[in-house]
C-alpha cells in the first residue's frame, strides 16, 4: 500500500501568518485529496489535487484560502492563509493506493494539527 | 449533496459487551467503506462492500451492507480496549457526475472500559 508521509505534524501558529502542509507518496498517484478535521469531527473534503491542473474545490473552501500545490505525481502542498482561530483543525493528505488492489481506498497521512492563536 | 449520517455518534461499553454502528445514506450507494481513527491516529481502512446484502467478516468485526444498498453496518462482538476508536463509513460521491472522491460519514466513537 501507499505510504504517506506529511509534515509538519504540528505547529502552533499566530493569527494572520500562512502555513504549508507537504505531502510526500511513495509511489506516484494521479489524485491527492485534502481533509480537514475539526476537534471531534468527521473529516471534510477540501479539494482533490490532479497533477497538471488546478485543484477541485468543495463548497465552502476557495484558492485564496486554500493554494494547492501538486507539481508531480508524488508530492502535493496546501497552504492556509491568512489564519484564524477558526483554522485550528488536523489537515490531512490522502491518495488511493490501499491493499484491495483496484479498490479506491484511500491511505492517509498521519496528519498536521495546526493550532492558531 | 450526499449525506451520510452514524449512529450512534458516541458509545460506552463495556469490555466484552457487543457493539454496532449505523451508516445512513439519502442515495443508493455504489459501494460501502469502512475505516477506523484510534485516538491521536489517522483513519485507517478496514473493509469495503459492493453488493447488495453483502455481509464480510473480519475476527470479531462483521460489516453488512444493506439490500437497497442505503444502509451498511459495523458490529463488534465481545469488544476488547483496542477497539476503542471512531468508527467512520464512507461512501464515493455519485452527485454531480463521475468522480473519485469519498465522503466521509459523521463517524461513531467508541469507549471501551476495561
Known amino acids: 500500500s501507499a505510504v504517506i508521509s506529511q509534515k509538519p505534524s504540528r505547529d502552533i501558529c499566530q493569527r494572520g501568518t500562512s502555513l504549508t502542509i507537504q505531502c510526500q507518496v511513495d509511489s506516484q498517484v494521479t489524485m491527492m485529496f485534502w481533509y480537514r478535521q475539526q476537534p471531534g469531527q468527521s473529516l471534510t473534503l477540501i479539494a482533490t489535487?490532479?497533477?497538471?491542473?488546478?485543484?477541485?474545490?468543495e463548497s465552502g473552501f476557495v484558492i485564496d484560502k486554500f493554494p494547492i500545490s501538486r507539481p508531480n505525481l508524488t508530492f502535493s502542498t496546501l497552504t492556509v492563509s491568512n489564519m484564524s482561530p477558526e483554522d485550528s483543525s488536523i489537515y490531512l493528505c490522502?491518495?488511493?493506493?490501499?491493499?484491495?488492489?483496484?479498490?479506491?481506498?484511500?491511505?492517509f497521512g498521519a496528519g498536521s494539527r495546526l493550532t492558531v492563536l | 449533496g450526499q449525506q451520510v449520517m452514524q449512529i450512534p455518534q458516541y458509545q460506552h461499553v463495556q469490555e466484552g459487551e457487543d457493539f454496532t454502528t449505523y451508516c445512513n445514506s439519502s442515495t443508493t450507494l455504489s459501494n460501502i467503506q469502512w475505516y477506523k481513527q484510534r485516538p491521536g491516529g489517522h483513519p485507517v481502512f478496514l473493509i469495503q462492500?459492493?453488493?447488495?446484502?453483502e455481509v464480510k467478516k473480519q475476527k470479531r468485526l462483521t460489516f453488512q451492507f444493506g439490500e437497497a444498498k442505503k444502509n451498511s453496518s459495523l458490529h463488534i462482538t465481545a469488544t476488547q480496549t483496542t477497539d476503542v476508536g471512531t468508527y467512520f463509513c464512507a461512501e464515493r460521491d455519485s452527485f454531480g457526475g463521475a468522480t473519485n472522491k469519498l465522503i466521509f460519514g459523521t463517524g461513531t466513537l467508541l469507549a471501551v472500559q476495561p
Open positions: 462492500l459492493v453488493k447488495s446484502g
Open positions: 490522502s491518495a488511493y493506493g490501499g491493499r484491495e488492489s483496484g479498490a479506491n481506498v484511500l491511505t
Open positions: 489535487a490532479n497533477q497538471g491542473s488546478e485543484a477541485t474545490y
